[in-house]
């Protein structure tokens, strides 16, 4: 089932730009836009939203005003100009804050937010497969699984992202990647290698086994690697 979304902005650029990027998404719909947060109350009373993309300077009721009075809150993602707001918006539990003008890699990582939330809250049996997104060219975004992820490699500017089925080259950090993914699923074993616990076939001295590939362990991860490892399998 596709997310179901809303953009509430008073700027015909910015719901443009966030409703193009939401087109490339196939998992995600834009089912309602509105250029005021009363038109927006007054959808939101007949009709089910899992996620609101919110400005916070808009006429008649501001974003922070429109937070305020909902009942029943969506996931909600900020989207405004001023980076003076984001401590406020996070005591009201909002899931991201994005400054204009935001950047689709930028958005990519918002999305994968949601999808960790969503996922989570489905329970071990939801019936559909947690996963992100990840860009492969200037327009292209390529839905990965989380379970068919095998071994993320750090090279240079670049990561191999290494699946069950393909390996994919991405512009982006290990970091950023690996805070991406669930932690109970996935660990960094290295500066260079965040790979899938549960896809480890044998751990041997210093290095650990996946797929016929063997991966050595950095000196300052050893410890951590094996204690959580260990305890996984008690």
């Known amino acids: 089932m596709k997310v179901r979304c809303m953009i509430i902005d008073d700027e015909p650029l910015a719901i443009k730009v966030i409703a193009n990027y939401l087109n490339q998404m196939n998992d995600f719909e834009l089912v309602k836009t509105c250029n005021n947060a009363i038109d927006a109350l007054n959808y939101l009373k ?14 008649i009721m501001d974003g922070l ?10 996931l909600i993602i900020i989207t405004s100009a001023h980076e003076e707001f984001a401590v406020k918006t996070y005591e009201l539990d909002v899931l991201d ?18 999808n ?20 492969i060219d200037k327009k292209k975004m390529q839905k990965i699984y989380m379970d068919e992820l095998l071994v993320i490699e750090c090279l240079k500017d670049y990561l191999k992202i290494i699946t069950t089925t393909k390996k994919y080259i991405i512009h982006e950090t290990l970091s950023n990647f690996t805070a991406q993914l669930p ?51 008690i």
């Open 46 to 59: 007949d009709n089910n939203i899992d996620l609101i993309f919110l400005d916070i300077n808009m006429p």
């Open 183 to 233: 932690m109970d699923s996935f660990i960094r074993i290295h500066r260079s290698f965040t790979i899938s616990i549960d896809k480890i076939d044998t751990i041997e001295g210093n290095s650990i086994e996946i797929g016929g590939i063997r991966y050595v362990i950095g000196r300052t991860y050893i410890k951590e690697v094996k204690e959580r490892i260990l305890n996984m399998s």
């Open 65 to 74: 005003s429109f937070i305020d009075s909902l009942e029943t809150k969506p």
């Open 97 to 114: 804050y994005l400054i204009k003008p935001i950047s689709l890699p930028r958005f990519i990582k918002s999305l994968n937010k949601v």
């Open 116 to 135: 960790k939330v969503l996922n989570h809250f489905k329970g071990i049996d939801m019936k559909e497969r947690p996963f992100l997104f990840i860009k």
